[in-house]
């Protein structure tokens, strides 16, 4: 019983992985959203005794090691942003679906610009308004990512 709720959890977090690094066209990896990012927020808010900090910076190690990126850029940004949403998820559970997703792409936000701001600090890079492309994708996707989301966990009794 525990492991299969444990093994749900972990097999939407390998999706949200795979999502994160398939190959796109590149007009359309512009737009990619942050798979990870919406999917561990959705745990973090439905079971916060479950998927906190922790599983959020293990899963940026995950991020980093298949983007190919310095390790641990993703961890931190990832770890902040649930971080903030772990410690808001009962007012954030009281929240439609849309202002939910809302806050879904301020925190989308976050996590990009303290991606960028990391690998600025550590590379030459600079700033463009495309980076945030992103966080509109993510927005979008939320209320049909909580849906599923929430009728996978109701399906297989996760609590």
């Known amino acids: 019983m525990i492991r299969k709720r444990h093994s749900v959890i972990v ?17 359309v990896d512009l737009y990619r959203p942050d798979w990870v990012l919406i999917v561990l927020a959705y745990w973090s808010m ?6 906190n ?7 940026g190690v995950a991020v980093d090691i298949l983007v190919g ?5 993703h961890s931190l940004s990832l ?23 809302i806050v879904i792409g301020l925190l989308s936000s976050l996590y990009h610009l303290l991606t960028f701001w ?17 966080v509109l994708t993510s927005m979008l996707l939320w ?13 297989f009794s996760i609590s």
Do not use: C
């Open 11 to 27: 097999t939407t977090l390998l999706i949200a992985l795979v999502l994160q690094i398939v190959p796109l066209p590149i007009q």
């Open 46 to 51: 439905a079971l916060p005794h479950r998927v």
């Open 53 to 59: 900090v922790g599983v959020a910076f293990l899963t």
């Open 69 to 73: 990126t310095t390790l641990g850029i």
């Open 79 to 101: 770890s902040i942003s649930i971080y903030i949403l772990a410690a808001n998820y009962q007012r954030l559970r009281n929240y439609s679906v849309w202002q939910q997703a």
């Open 118 to 134: 990391v690998q600025h600090l550590l590379t030459d890079i600079y700033f463009q308004l495309d980076y945030l492309w992103p």
């Open 143 to 155: 209320p049909w990512v909580f849906w599923l989301l929430r009728k996978t966990r109701r399906q």
